[in-house]
T-cell receptor, first 114, second 112 residues
Framework: DSGVTQTPKHLITATGQRVTLRCSPRSGDLSVYWYQQSLDQGLQFLIQYYNGEERAKGNILERFSAQQFPDLHSELNLSSLELGDSALYFC?????????????FGQGTRLTVV | QKEVEQDPGPLSVPEGAIVSLNCTYSNSAFQYFMWYRQYSRKGPELLMYTYSSGNKEDGRFTAQVDKSSKYISLFIRDSQPSDSATYLC????????????FGTGTLLAVQP
């Protein structure tokens, strides 16, 4: 158990809908990363938050947004869902930024858009 | 062109074989190099970490980084069926984000 908790584990929804994925980082970790994993693209970096502030953006669609709350948990919001958004969404957390620190991954949320 | 390239496999080897997994990259700013292991339907977990060029050994696993060639490798000696998983290389430039850039992963099957 990495200590990173993601909910829900599975989500099935229809095209055009909006969903929210939740991530609770390890205790004390300030940095949260979101990744999307699909069969043909591997793990794609979406966005990073550090202590409540957005720190880096990757290949995140405009239909997607995220935030990190004062208690450091994070939510990834996906709207106007399309079939191609079906993927595993992972959250990772690490204690700090700057020099290397290990990133710990949650078990992921499997999103299926039908 | 992707920043990190990795042969997706699949790779099938007999138990006891030496496995070699490789990644190439294009961003010379990367200085932290990692290998993650991911079992089916689970989150990735860190296997090895190397800073800059050089070798690092941990039990049956050896990680190598050649920054001049922009090439990293993971060797698994005496492979076991329990090593069957997807192996992902990951890299970071550190600094203000520490975000990890992953390869696509290589699916390894070790046959008993």
């Amino acid at each position: 158990d990495s200590g990173v908790t993601q909910t829900p584990k599975h989500l099935i929804t229809a095209t055009g809908q909006r969903v929210t994925l939740r991530c609770s980082p390890r205790s004390g970790d300030l940095s949260v990363y979101w990744y999307q994993q699909s069969l043909d693209q591997g793990l794609q970096f979406l966005i990073q938050y550090y202590n409540g502030e957005e720190r880096a953006k990757g290949n995140i669609l405009e239909r997607f947004s995220a935030q990190q709350f004062p208690d450091l948990h994070s939510e990834l919001n996906l709207s106007s869902l399309e079939l191609g958004d079906s993927a595993l969404y992972f959250c990772a957390s690490s204690p700090q930024i700057g020099s290397y620190t290990e990133a710990f991954f949650g078990q992921g949320t499997r999103l299926t858009v039908v | 062109q992707k920043e990190v390239e990795q042969d997706p496999g699949p790779l099938s080897v007999p138990e006891g074989a030496i496995v070699s997994l490789n990644c190439t990259y294009s961003n010379s700013a990367f200085q932290y190099f990692m290998w993650y292991r991911q079992y089916s339907r689970k989150g990735p977990e860190l296997l090895m970490y190397t800073y800059s060029s050089g070798n690092k050994e941990d039990g049956r696993f050896t990680a190598q980084v050649d920054k001049s060639s922009k090439y990293i490798s993971l060797f698994i000696r005496d492979s076991q069926p329990s090593d069957s998983a997807t192996y992902l290389c990951a890299m970071s430039a550190g600094g203000a984000t520490n975000k990890l850039i992953f390869g696509t992963g290589t699916l390894l099957a070790v046959q008993p």
